[in-house]
């Protein structure tokens, strides 16, 4: 909001308090206010029937101070020169039967006389009257005259502590009504501050660090006191003080409101709370506050600090505010405006009533009744901060709310990436061990136990790595188990064979106790090994010496399983924190060790499984973690027996790895900013019979794809230059998934980074570590689908060649035949071109991938010289041929367009056409152009690639444009427009790469 903007605000408001008093004031005067003249009123214009009191104003008759009579005004304030016998006669005719006096002039001792009759008198000053008196049933005499006789005896306060006097007139009904009208209205906005007093209580209990919210609460309080004694003194109607509790109650209200209101704008507004003008600040309030209820009332009624000490809080207080509006922003807006209608109402009542250019009228009206829209207004704008301050809470909390998602999901990613960095190392490191086992025959059994080891002991490494990517998973539930009935002693086993060596520098013993006869369990074996491979983990590294036994029992329902251990133990602290995320205890081993997850994803793991996972320690005794799984439902009386020796999935491997076939000349190209990964890959594949390229550069890796064909692509995902599927993009954009397969391989895991990868165009996803069985399994069914789809489309173009339609047959025989009779040398060489046609027709080469596009071209002149032959001068052709042009193209590639030029685009025409057979060099293409002027496509019926209808001895353009699309990534061009014929342009790359032929 602008500076401007809020200023108008403020103007606008003020104008509005302002208008407000006027108009309410203005309301509540009298039609008619007559003024009395030498203790004479005149009232009979009044009609007290409908109109409102009116002040008695005027000349009153003064008897007290001399024999002889003083005409004066009724004193404005009680002080010495105040006291005395005051005297008016009121005429008022015949107008109500009762009329009332209602008299303002709190804790001082006065009589009021009507008609020379005592109606009303306080004698005891300390007692009374704590709100203004209503003397009602007053009556005129029989001449309509109505003589009232005011006696102030005593006076008690001083120059600086005095009390208003305000005296009005009219009927009884008038009087009562507004004496409980102001006293309600009054009442009223003291309970409804103090209803936020004790909200704003409420809130500092619920945060007692806001200790701003804890003063606003005593400076409302505060507040709703000195509503409630101010004016018509509503307070004095439920509970009557004496006058020295009442001047002490009042002071110590308006000064405590002005001190702890203070202290609410100092600390929420400004960070200069503990600085030293406002230290000083303080204790002179303190001691203020207190010396008000401690001094003697004598003394506290000379004191003249309270306007001092308004003055001095209020204007801090607005300078603050109004600075905090202007440059910073608009939450303290509404406090500003409640401040402004505070100061209003007091400068109304205690300024603006006294001064001397106000008409009488008005001066009454402000001086009689309590005035209720400035403070509710001030109310309002309490409320509004209140409720700015909770939304604009709401709003950061809910924008924090979203930045901690948003780093939760960083901190995932990163987890992510590192799991990517870390596992790597271990994908090359197993894939290098299991290709000296399989290569090597001369291995000594305990030179192969050792790689066996190492190999297992990757794959334990890699579980561990796997915590980090659990526990993003965990949170958002795509933690998936894969429960069977599987037995626990070889995965103990195992796990103690793989963590045998941490005890090799440490003096621990391993034991293992075990029953003869234990019962399945029905659980996930992975997941199993590595809640197993955590807590024997754990015991080891908080067991510098000493033993770890491990104890598995069972009994109806659960199998237990215990590790003790005699290290470091756990104090009760740290045994309330150990399975939390992040976790690691409070000592040296643990804080140099670890980053404190393994334990809390094991109890997860657990209680997925339907178990638990509980610690049990002493700090400096030891450890005790025991694992519940549930028993397999169909196996609980089933036993294991004998010693069951654990061996891991990779001594496995070389027995399954005869299952895949080798290959023959699949040509694979790999990309991979690791070259340990690639030297690894390009080893294992080559054994197979692969012809693999590796390159560890973006730009590399396009070049020799666009130079050399390639039968598949494997690629990684997390590279530095650009990612693994930008690069399958990139790809996809020039060749579709049956032309060149792409394996993506990454150790990004996750279903998110999955689905990327097959969007991107990816045919496989192979995580790391690499089974390398899988991938070569992988490889294998990728390369013989894409083997499978080319043999489809070269025999189907070699079929639909060899289904000669009959007519073409028939109309070449009749030619033959023709000739026979008038030209045998032109039979002659139609009869050899048709047999060259014939058998390059069904030659076996039109199975092969590419041929020399010189044997294509012989089959179109064969079938062009027939052709024109059978049309004479309506077939025209034309050649254009760079005859130093070598290339290898598909076979049936041009004469099935020739074909259809002929069949679709000339023989509709009655005087038929020209046919051009063009061939050039352009930069390092060879280009085709097959022209005819024939009656052309017409736009609507343009089918770019779509198979000709109708024609079965043609091949449908969709084939061919596959077919060299595959080749060299570039199909046909088709350009055509009706009645000017039709050309369709062939672009083969001239590399050498290219130009090699493959063979299926």
Not at 222 to 239: C, Q, R
Not at 533 to 547: D, I, R, S, W, Y
Not at 631 to 640: G, R
Not at 836 to 847: A, D, R, V, W
Request: charged share 20%.
């Amino acid at each position: 909001m602008k500076r401007s903007t809020k200023l108008m605000i403020i103007l606008a408001f003020a104008v509005v308090l302002t208008l407000g008093r006027i108009v309410w004031y203005h309301t509540q005067t009298p039609d008619v206010q007559p003024e009395a003249a030498e203790g004479q009123l005149d009232a009979r214009q009044v009609d007290f029937s409908n109109s409102h009191s009116i002040a008695l104003n005027g000349d009153w008759k003064q008897t007290s101070k001399s024999d002889n009579p003083l005409y004066t005004d009724l004193p404005k304030y009680m002080q010495a020169e105040a006291t005395g016998t005051y005297e008016m006669t009121i005429q008022v005719g015949e107008q109500v039967d009762r009329y009332a006096l209602s008299v303002r002039s709190l804790y001082s001792n006065f009589s009021v006389y009507a008609n020379d009759q005592l109606v009303y008198q306080a004698t005891d000053f300390e007692k009374g009257p704590p709100t203004p008196v209503s003397v009602t049933d007053l009556r005129a005499d029989e001449n309509g005259q109505l003589k009232i006789r005011l006696t102030f005896d005593e006076f008690h306060g001083n120059e600086r502590a005095r009390s208003l006097i305000n005296v009005r007139f009219g009927s009884s009904q008038q009087i009562q009504k507004e004496t409980y009208q102001a006293g309600l209205l009054q009442f009223f906005v003291g309970a409804i501050i103090f209803i936020h007093a004790l909200y704003a209580f409420v809130l500092y209990l619920m945060k007692p660090k806001k200790i701003g919210t804890l003063f606003f609460s005593i400076a409302a309080l505060l507040a709703s006191i000195a509503v409630v004694t101010s004016d018509y003194n509503t307070l004095g109607y439920v509970m009557p003080l004496s006058h020295e509790w009442y001047v002490r109650t009042v002071y110590f209200s308006y000064i405590g409101l002005s001190f702890f209101f203070l202290l609410f704008v100092v600390f929420t507004f400004t960070k200069a709370a503990s600085k030293w003008p406002f230290k000083i600040l303080y204790f002179l309030f303190t001691a203020y506050l207190i010396y008000i209820l401690a001094a003697p009332i004598e003394i506290v009624r000379y004191v003249i600090g309270i306007a001092i000490s308004l003055s001095i809080a209020f204007s801090i207080i607005f300078l603050i505010l109004f600075r905090t509006v202007f440059l910073s922003g608009e939450r303290a807006l509404p406090l500003f405006l409640a401040g402004a209608a505070v100061v209003s109402h007091v400068a109304w009542t205690i300024f603006v009533g006294n001064l001397p250019i106000l008409e009488d009228t008005l001066r009454a009206a402000i001086k009689a009744g309590f005035y209720p829209f400035d403070i509710t207004l001030a109310l309002v704008c309490f409320c509004s901060f209140w409720f700015l301050r909770f939304f604009q809470t709401e709003a950061e909390n809910k924008q924090y709310i979203e930045e901690l998602e948003t780093e939760q999901k960083r901190k995932d990613q990163f987890l992510a990436n590192t799991s990517h960095e870390l596992r790597t190392p271990l994908h090359g490191m197993m894939n290098m061990v299991q290709s000296v086992m399989e290569q090597e025959d001369k291995l000594k059994n305990r030179s192969r136990y050792q790689l066996e080891l190492i190999q297992t002991i990757s794959r334990k490494m890699s579980y561990l790595i796997n915590d980090l990517i659990d526990v993003t998973q965990m949170k958002s539930n795509k933690v998936r188990l894969e429960p069977a009935s599987i037995s626990i002693e070889p995965i103990l086993v195992g796990t103690v064979d793989m963590l045998r060596f941490m005890t090799d520098e440490k003096n621990v013993t391993i034991h293992m106790g075990m029953s003869d006869s234990l019962p399945y369990i029905y659980a996930d074996e992975h997941r199993v090994t590595q809640i197993v491979t955590n807590m024997l983990h754990n015991a080891l590294k908080f067991t510098p010496e000493g033993n770890i036994t491990i104890k598995v029992s069972a009994d109806e329902s659960y199998l237990q399983v215990k590790v003790m251990d005699t290290g470091i133990g756990m104090d009760s602290d740290t045994k309330t924190r150990i399975f939390l995320p992040y976790e690691k205890g409070n000592n040296s081993i643990s804080e140099s060790e670890g980053i404190g997850l393994g334990l809390g994803i094991s109890r997860r793991l657990a209680e997925m499984h339907g178990g638990s996972l509980t610690a049990e320690s002493e700090l400096g005794k030891g450890s005790v973690f025991t694992l519940s799984l549930p028993l397999a439902a169909e196996q609980k009386n089933k036993s294991i027996t004998g010693n069951i020796t654990f061996t891991e999935v990779a001594a496995a491997e070389q027995l399954t790895e005869q299952a895949v076939p080798a290959a023959s000349g699949y040509r694979i190209l790999a990309i991979d900013d690791d070259p340990v990964n690639l030297m690894i890959l390009k080893q294992a594949l080559e054994a197979d019979g692969y012809h693999i390229s590796t390159t560890a550069s973006p730009a590399d890796f396009i070049q020799q794809l666009d130079t050399e064909k390639w039968d598949l692509l494997i690629i990684d995902v997390m590279m530095p230059e650009i990612s693994g599927f930008q690069l399958t993009k990139t790809i996809r954009s020039r060749y579709n998934l049956t032309e060149l397969p792409v394996l993506l391989l990454t150790a990004r895991s996750q279903p998110e980074d999955v689905y990327a990868g097959f969007q991107a165009g990816a045919n496989e996803y192979v995580t790391k570590p690499v089974d390398m069985i899988e991938m070569k399994t992988r490889i294998k069914s990728m390369l013989e689908l894409k083997g499978s789809i080319e043999d489809r489309l070269r025999i189907e173009a070699a079929w639909l060649q060899a289904q000669i339609h009959p007519h073409f047959l028939f109309n070449t025989l009749n030619t033959i035949a023709a000739l026979s009779t008038i030209d045998t040398d032109r039979m002659m060489r139609l009869l050899q071109e048709f047999g060259n046609y014939l058998q390059t027709s069904f030659n076996g080469k039109n199975l092969s991938s590419t041929i020399p596009i010189e044997e294509e071209l012989d089959l179109v002149r064969s079938y062009l010289y027939i052709q024109k032959e059978r049309f004479g001068e309506r077939l025209q052709v034309k050649w254009d041929i760079d005859r130093e042009l070598q290339f290898f193209i598909p076979p049936l590639t041009l004469q099935p367009l020739v074909e259809n030029a002929i069949l679709h685009g000339l023989q509709p025409k009655e005087e038929g056409g020209s046919i051009l057979i063009q061939l050039f060099k352009k930069e390092d293409n060879a280009i085709i152009h097959i022209k005819d002027d024939g009656v052309g496509i017409p736009p609507d019926k343009q089918r770019f690639l779509n198979t000709s209808e109708g024609h079965t001895d043609s091949i449908g353009m969709i084939n061919t444009h596959t077919r060299l699309q595959k080749l060299n990534g570039c199909g046909l061009l088709l350009c055509s427009e009706a009645g000017l014929g039709t050309t369709i342009q062939i672009t083969v790359p001239l590399t050498e790469g290219k130009k090699k032929t493959s063979t299926p």
